[in-house]
């Protein structure tokens, strides 16, 4: 098991950007698919952006695609999600996981998650 620490949500006007971070530590971070997933009000969670081990492989949703980007450092044991472009839409509280098998676009396949980080886009 790894423990996910998310940072760098907040409140932003629409247009503007945010850089969200996410700590990892327990196990070998380079093991592990990262992910980010969203969750607003009501809504389900939906997934954002996912990143594989190497960060050779990068999926996006089509709602964030052009706007949105995941990176990682494996010498930091970090994982950002660079968020360009905000909409009233993005509003969520924005969660990372971790992945020990695959890449995956499924929250079902990411058995280890951080406690969320709110982010809040006002029009």
């Known amino acids: 098991q790894v423990q996910l620490v998310e940072s760098g949500g907040g409140l932003v006007q629409a247009g503007g950007s945010l850089r969200l971070s996410c700590a990892v530590s327990?196990?070998?971070?380079?093991?592990?698919?990262m992910g980010w997933f969203r969750q607003a009000p009501g809504k389900e969670r939906e997934f954002v952006a996912a990143?594989?081990?190497?960060?050779?492989?990068?999926y996006y949703a089509d709602s964030v695609k052009g706007r949105f980007t995941i990176s990682r450092d494996n010498a930091k044991n970090t994982v950002y999600l660079q968020m360009n472009s905000l909409k009233p839409e993005d509003t969520a509280v924005y969660y990372c996981a971790a992945d020990e098998k695959a890449i995956s676009k499924y929250y079902q396949d990411f058995n280890s998650w951080g406690q969320g980080t709110q982010v809040t886009v006002s029009s």
């Open positions: 327990g196990r070998a971070f380079s093991r592990y698919a």
């Open positions: 990143i594989s081990r190497t960060g050779v492989i990068i």
